[in-house]
C-alpha cells in the first residue's frame, strides 16, 4: 500500500493472466496496470501499461481475472504496479521475486500489494482475516495464530494523525463501566512521524497522574506501575508494522494469548466472547514529568462490544475514505515575509514515486501552499541554478520540453532560479482567474513539488474598486482590464437570490442573477427585462466568463468576468447591445429575493426587495454617486455645443459665403461669430471634463468632438499666418490660394465633424441614461440640421443668381474696404476668367471739383 487504500492478494495463473483478491483502493483518475524494470523514481515513471483494464471506480473487497496485453510478457516486468497516469502516481505495487532463486516449477505463493519492499513473500502487513468495523472511520483487523499463542492485530482509523487509537479487553468479572480495569494498547505516531503501540492499564477515568508517594492512577503504561522493563514482561506488545496514508493511520502490532504480567495484562480467550474496548482521542507527547504518551479525554469517540476472535467475520466492505487525506505540512502565505525555496531529501513526500531532491519552502519538505487572490506573495528562490521554480496547471511540472503542451504557467519560469548567496526574489500576485488548485513544480525535474490552495481573500484584496449601491444593501466589486471587465456582487442581508442590473430600472435593463440551486450548485444567469411581470424576464446568452456565486450563512455573493464589447452584431440579439463604455457611467440597480428559478418564474420568484434608484457607478474613478433624472453640468455642456456647433460657428460661416457683397461688415460678423463659438466650445469641454473627473478616448462621441475642437482651434490660427491679400488688380498668388482652400475645407470640416459630434453626443447619453425623450431630442437635432442644409443650398441659389447679374450689369466683383477679396472657391475657374476680363478692361474715373 502506497496510496489510496491499496489492499489485496496477487496470484500469478499462467503466462499470459493473474488474479487479484480482497482489493480495495480508493478511486483515481486514469488508473491501470502497469509494469516497470524498478521500484525507484526513474523505472516507474518510465514504466508501461499492461493490461487494458481501467481501474477507474472505488474497489471494495472485490476479486477479479486481469489478462496482460499480447505485446507484455511477465520477464519484462519486475514491478507491478497500479499507477495513475496524469499524476504520475503509484497506488501500490508488487515487487516480484527473482526466478533464479525460486524453487523450478513451483506455484507462485501470493504475494501482498504493498509498498514495503522488505516485506516479500506471505507477509501481509495490511492484509488479516478478519476486519470488524467499531464506528464510522475506526476498525480493528487480526489474525488469530492460536499454535503460536499469539494474534496480530491491525487498527485502522481516519483520525488526526495528533490522535491515538485504542483498544483493548475488559475485565471479564466487571458487568459495567468496562473502561476501569482494562488491558488496552495505545497506539498512534510520534512527532517524528514513527508508529507506536505500547501496553496501558486503566485504573480511572482520567488522565495519567503521578501521585506524591511515586504512585499513578489512571490511564497509564504498564511501565509506570512496575517500573522499567528491559525483558518485555510487562509491556507484551510488540509493534510490527505502521504507516499515515490519505489521512488514514494503520498500525499493526502483535500479543499474546496468555501473557506473563497477571497483574496488568489480561488472558485472551482464543474460542470464547470476550468483552473489548475502544476509544478514539488526542495524545499529548511526553515531557520532562511524565515520559510517556499521554492519551487525553475521547471526547465522545469509545465504545465496548463482544468479541471472539475464532470467528471468521468480515463486515469492513470498502477501504476508509478519509475526509481530510492530507497530512503534509501547511504554509500560509504571509505578504510580509519571502518564502524562501531550497531543495532537500525526500523523506516524506505526499505522491510517491518521486526523484530523491525535492522541493523544501520555508525548511518544510513539500508543503501545501496556501495563497490569497489578490495578495502578493514574495518567493526568495534559493533552490540552485539547476532548479528553476514555477507555479503550473500540471500537477507534474518538469515540462521545459514542452510534453503537456496545454499546460499554464501562472509564475516563475527559467529565470526563476538563484542560490542561497545570490537568490532570486520575484513576487506572485493571484488574481481571481487563479484556479482554486494549481503546483509549484520544477521546470527542468518532474514532481519535485507540490500543491498550491488558492483560496478567496477578501473581496477588496480581488478587485481594485468597490463602492456601496443604493440603500448600502449591496456592495459591488470590479477590476477593468483593457477589453473586459470582472464584476462581484454581495448582499448584506440574507437571500434566495442576488441580481444586479445595469439600467435606469428593472424594466429595460440587463441582470445578472446568482443564486444557489436545488443541487447545492452555484449559479450565475444572465437576462434582458423589458416588463414588469415574468413573461417580461427573458434570458440571454451572454459571454460570461469566470463564474462563480456561493453563500456563506444566507449571504450571497456573484462574481463573473465579460467582455466590454459584445463580439456580436448590434440588435442581432438583445444582450448585443449590453455595451460596457469605462469612460462614461454605469447605471447599475439590485433586487433580492427569497427563491429563483431559472426555469419557471412566477410572482413568487421576483424580487422582495429592490433599490429605489439607480447608483451611477464611474468604472474609471472607482466611485459612484445616486443617479438624477439628467446631470444638470451634462445638460449644460450639451446646449453650449449645441449653441457652438449647431449656430453659431455655422452662422459665422455662412457669413463669409454669403455677406460679403453687402460690404465690410461681413468680415466683422464672421470673425465675432467664429470667436464666440470657439469660446462657448471650450467652456463646453471644461464643463464636460469636470463632470466626468477627466475623460479618454473610447467613445465615439469623444473622437468626433476632439476632432472638431481641433479643426476648430487651428481656424484662428490659420488666420493669423494668412498670406497677405492682393492689391486691386493684382494676380492672386500661389500662396494666398493654397491658403484660402486650407481655411475654407478646415472650416468646413469642422462643422460637419461638430454635428456628428453632436448627433453621437445625444446617442450616447441615451445609451447611458436611457432617457426616453433622446430619441425625440436626436431627430430634432436632425431636422435642424436638414434646414440648416436647405438653407444653404437656397443662400447658393441666390448667390449665382446675384454672381449672373452682376457680371451682366458690369459691377466689380470686388469692393472697398477691409474685408477679404471676394472669391469664388467653389468656382475657380469662373473667377479667374472674370478677372482676366476686368484686367482687359479700361477702368473709367470720373473726377469732379471738390467744391462747387
Known amino acids: 500500500m502506497v496510496q489510496h487504500q491499496l489492499r489485496g492478494v496477487l496470484s500469478v495463473i499462467d503466462d499470459c493472466s493473474f488474479r487479484i483478491t480482497q482489493f480495495e483502493m480508493l478511486s483515481g483518475s486514469d488508473v491501470h496496470w502497469w509494469g516497470a524494470g524498478g521500484d525507484d523514481f526513474q523505472n516507474l515513471t518510465k514504466g508501461f501499461v499492461i493490461s487494458d483494464q481501467n481501474l477507474n471506480q472505488t474497489y471494495k473487497n472485490d476479486s477479479f481475472l486481469v489478462n496482460l496485453r499480447k505485446n507484455v510478457t511477465w520477464d519484462r516486468i519486475k514491478v507491478l504496479s497500479v499507477w495513475d497516469i496524469p499524476t504520475a502516481s503509484n497506488f ?50 487480526w489474525t488469530l495464530k492460536e499454535e503460536e499463542d499469539g494474534i496480530d492485530i491491525g487498527l485502522e482509523g481516519a483520525t488526526g494523525i495528533q490522535n491515538y487509537m485504542a483498544f483493548g479487553w475488559a475485565n471479564p468479572i466487571v458487568s459495567a463501566n468496562f473502561m476501569v480495569g482494562s488491558d488496552v494498547v495505545i497506539a498512534g505516531f510520534k512527532e517524528d512521524g514513527m508508529p507506536f503501540a505500547d501496553d496501558y492499564y486503566i485504573t480511572k477515568y482520567s488522565e495519567c497522574m503521578i501521585n506524591k508517594d511515586g504512585t499513578v492512577q489512571g490511564v497509564c503504561p504498564d511501565t509506570m506501575y512496575e517500573g522499567s522493563d528491559p525483558i518485555g514482561l510487562v509491556n507484551n506488545t510488540k509493534l510490527v508494522y505502521g504507516h499515515r496514508k490519505d489521512g488514514v493511520s494503520f498500525i499493526r502490532y502483535k500479543r499474546r494469548l496468555k501473557s506473563v504480567d ?62 481530510d487525506k492530507e497530512d503534509q505540512d501547511l504554509v500560509i502565505a504571509d505578504k510580509k515575509e519571502p518564502l524562501v525555496v531550497v531543495t532537500g531529501p525526500a523523506l516524506h513526500y505526499p505522491n510517491p514515486p518521486n526523484p530523491s531532491k525535492v522541493l523544501y519552502i520555508n525548511k518544510k519538505e513539500a508543503p501545501i501552499l496556501r495563497v490569497e487572490r489578490g495578495v502578493p506573495v514574495k518567493f526568495s528562490i534559493q533552490a540552485g541554478h539547476d532548479v528553476a521554480f514555477y507555479v503550473t496547471s500540471d500537477p507534474l511540472g518538469g515540462n521545459a520540453t514542452l510534453r503537456n503542451m496545454s499546460e499554464t504557467i501562472y509564475f516563475g519560469g527559467p ?91 428593472m424594466v429595460n435593463s440587463f441582470a445578472y442573477v446568482g443564486w444557489i440551486d436545488d443541487n447545492g450548485r452555484g449559479r450565475v444567469s444572465t437576462y434582458w427585462i423589458d416588463g414588469r411581470d415574468p413573461s417580461s424576464v427573458h434570458p440571454t446568452k451572454e459571454n460570461l466568463t469566470y463564474v462563480r456565486c456561493k453563500s456563506e450563512n444566507g449571504i450571497i455573493t456573484l462574481e463573473f468576468s465579460r467582455p466590454l464589447n459584445p463580439s456580436c452584431k448590434l440588435n442581432d440579439r438583445p444582450e448585443c447591445n449590453n455595451i460596457i463604455d469605462p469612460t462614461t457611467p454605469l447605471e447599475v440597480v439590485w433586487a433580492m429575493g427569497a427563491q429563483w428559478s ?9 424580487h422582495s426587495v429592490t433599490s429605489k434608484r439607480p447608483v451611477s457607478v464611474l468604472l474609471m474613478r472607482g466611485s459612484a454617486e445616486a443617479e438624477e433624472d439628467l446631470r444638470p453640468v451634462l445638460a449644460v455642456h450639451g446646449f453650449m455645443m449645441f449653441l457652438a456647433w449647431g449656430i453659431l460657428l455655422p452662422g459665422g460661416t455662412l457669413a463669409a459665403r454669403y455677406l460679403k457683397h453687402v460690404g465690410d461688415g461681413w468680415f466683422q460678423i464672421h470673425v465675432n461669430l467664429q470667436y464666440s463659438g470657439l469660446v462657448i466650445v471650450f467652456l463646453g469641454f471644461l464643463f464636460a471634463v469636470a463632470e466626468l473627473r477627466g475623460f479618454t478616448f473610447h467613445s465615439l462621441h469623444v473622437k468626433f468632438g476632439m476632432l472638431a475642437i ?110 477679404e477679396e471676394d472669391i469664388d472657391l467653389l468656382n475657380p475657374r469662373r473667377t479667374m476668367a472674370e478677372k482676366e476680363a476686368l484686367s482687359s478692361e479700361r477702368m473709367e474715373v470720373q473726377l469732379e471739383p471738390l467744391s462747387r
Open 92 to 141: 501500490g505495487h508488487v515487487l516480484f521475486r527473482n526466478s533464479s532463486n525460486a524453487t523450478e516449477n513451483a506455484a507462485p505463493s501470493p504475494m501482498p500489494v504493498n509498498g514495503n519492499t522488505s516485506l516479500i513473500g506471505n507477509e501481509q502487513p495490511t492484509m488479516f482475516e478478519n476486519c470488524k468495523v467499531l464506528s464510522e472511520g475506526y476498525r480493528i483487523r
Open 262 to 323: 497477571k497483574k496488568y495484562d489480561m488472558p485472551v480467550d482464543p474460542k470464547g466472547n470476550m468483552t473489548v474496548i475502544w476509544a478514539l482521542g488526542s495524545i499529548k507527547p511526553p515531557d520532562s514529568l511524565r515520559p510517556f504518551y499521554l492519551p487525553t479525554n475521547h471526547g465522545g469517540s469509545y465504545g465496548h462490544l463482544t468479541l471472539n476472535i475464532s470467528e471468521r467475520v468480515n463486515d469492513c466492505l470498502g477501504p476508509l475514505d478519509a475526509e
Open 415 to 505: 529565470e526563476a532560479e538563484g542560490v542561497q548567496a545570490s537568490p532570486t526574489e520575484l513576487v506572485w500576485a493571484p488574481d481571481r482567474n487563479t484556479p482554486d488548485l494549481v503546483y509549484y513544480q520544477s521546470l527542468y525535474i518532474q514532481k519535485m513539488g507540490w500543491k498550491v490552495q488558492v483560496v478567496d481573500g477578501g473581496l477588496p484584496d480581488m478587485y481594485n474598486n468597490s463602492v456601496s449601491l443604493d440603500d448600502q444593501q449591496v456592495m459591488l466589486f470590479w477590476t477593468l482590464s483593457e477589453s473586459s471587465i470582472s464584476i462581484a456582487a454581495r448582499g448584506e442581508k440574507k437571500s434566495g437570490y442576488l441580481s444586479v442590473g445595469f439600467g435606469r430600472g
Open 598 to 606: 431559472d426555469d419557471h418564474l412566477s410572482v413568487r420568484n421576483m
Open 710 to 819: 481641433l479643426l476648430a482651434i487651428a481656424q484662428p490660427v490659420n488666420a493669423y499666418l494668412r498670406p497677405k491679400k492682393p492689391s486691386n488688380g493684382e494676380e492672386v498668388s500661389a500662396r494666398r490660394l493654397i491658403w484660402e482652400y486650407i481655411h475654407v475645407i478646415t472650416g468646413r470640416c469642422a462643422i460637419i465633424i461638430g454635428g456628428a459630434a453632436l448627433i453621437t453626443g445625444m446617442k450616447h447619453l441615451g445609451d447611458r441614461y436611457g432617457d426616453e425623450n433622446i430619441h425625440g431630442l436626436i431627430w430634432a437635432l436632425i431636422i435642424w440640421f436638414l434646414i440648416g442644409a436647405l438653407t444653404v443650398i437656397y443662400l447658393e441659389y441666390r448667390e449665382k443668381k446675384r454672381r449672373s447679374w452682376d457680371r451682366i450689369s458690369g459691377r466689380s466683383n470686388w469692393v472697398l474696404g477691409n474685408g
